[in-house]
């Protein structure tokens, strides 16, 4: 797999995309996780969240544990050989294809996300093992035509065979006018039978009335990259409509197969998102 070739539209180069006043979701995790590809716009924007949500970096910690967890769930009990990660983020340790290709070299992940700065980052998340192999696409999930007709993503993932869609922090950042549950449906739907969505939400349910009714509506206010969208509990049930979800269910991302993880664990409240892995009939 070569990412020589440039994108048909948009700037020669991501990084003439990069605008480092802005805050951008991606840089912000990094931060949050103890990264250094970030801004001063990001680590303020971090911060600012963190002072209404003090625990946002253990919950930032506990979703990145939970994508780990998931997909060894799906390599090794589901057998799932084939993943569409959308809302990559920059690259940190045991990504998605290290964990799957740990389990089965065979593996096949293509990455798909919008931030200029994890496109620079393309070559270290593209180097996958021998047997397997990687690939990048630069686009927005709110483009579920361009990342399904993508040439990459059709070099690299065979769509008659079952694929797991994640969805790790990603669909908070979709505003209900974005209808993110006709996105979503949209891509399971490209999917055949036997395929899985495996997805993660921080929502408003744990934290006091006052600081979700001000997240609420900082997230009506918009934005350039959308504040976070937090859904309740039946929120974030509806994108698994017509899916058969696994056991333990829909639950905290700190509960989530947890069994083995680092102790002390969080509270729910602390973490404040929900996952969940299901399938499609």
């Known amino acids: 797999m070569t990412t020589d070739a440039p994108e048909t539209t948009g700037p020669a180069h991501p990084s003439d995309r990069i605008d480092t006043s802005v805050a951008h979701p991606a840089r912000r995790y990094n931060y949050w996780l103890g990264g250094k590809d970030n801004f001063q716009a990001d680590r303020e924007s971090g911060d600012a969240m963190a002072a209404a949500f003090p625990t946002i970096r253990t919950s930032a910690l506990e979703n990145r544990r939970f994508l780990q967890r998931a997909v060894g769930y799906l390599a090794r009990e589901a057998g799932i050989r084939q993943f569409l990660d959308i809302g990559t983020g920059i690259p940190t340790a ?5 964990v799957a290709q740990s389990i089965a070299p065979e593996s096949r992940v293509v990455y798909v996300d919008n931030d200029p700065i994890v496109l620079a980052h393309a070559r270290a998340l593209l180097t996958s093992s021998a047997e397997g192999a990687t690939s990048y696409i630069d686009a927005d999930l709110r483009e579920p035509e361009k990342i399904l007709g993508h040439p990459d993503l059709l070099r690299t993932i065979d769509p008659s065979q079952p694929v797991a869609l994640m969805l790790v922090a990603i669909l908070h950042f979709v505003p209900d006018d974005d209808d993110p ?3 979503v449906r949209r891509l399971l739907d490209a999917l055949p039978a036997g395929s899985y969505l495996a997805a993660s939400h921080a929502t408003h349910d ?13 997230a009506r206010g918009g934005g350039p990259h959308g504040l976070i969208n937090l859904r309740s ?7 698994f409509d017509g899916l058969d979800v696994v056991e333990p269910g829909i639950t905290s991302v700190a509960e989530w197969r947890a069994e083995g993880a680092p ?4 509270s729910v409240a602390e973490v404040s998102m929900y996952g969940a892995v299901a399938r499609k009939g």
């Not at 509990?233 to 994108?239: G, K, N």
């Not at 102790?263 to 969080?266: D, L, N, T, Y």
């Open 233 to 239: 509990l039946a929120e974030f049930t509806r994108f």
């Open 94 to 98: 045991d990504n998605t294809h290290e």
């Open 206 to 218: 744990y934290l006091p009335p006052e600081v979700a009714a001000q997240a609420k509506a900082a």
């Open 263 to 266: 102790e002390p664990r969080p």
């Open 181 to 183: 549950y006709a996105v």
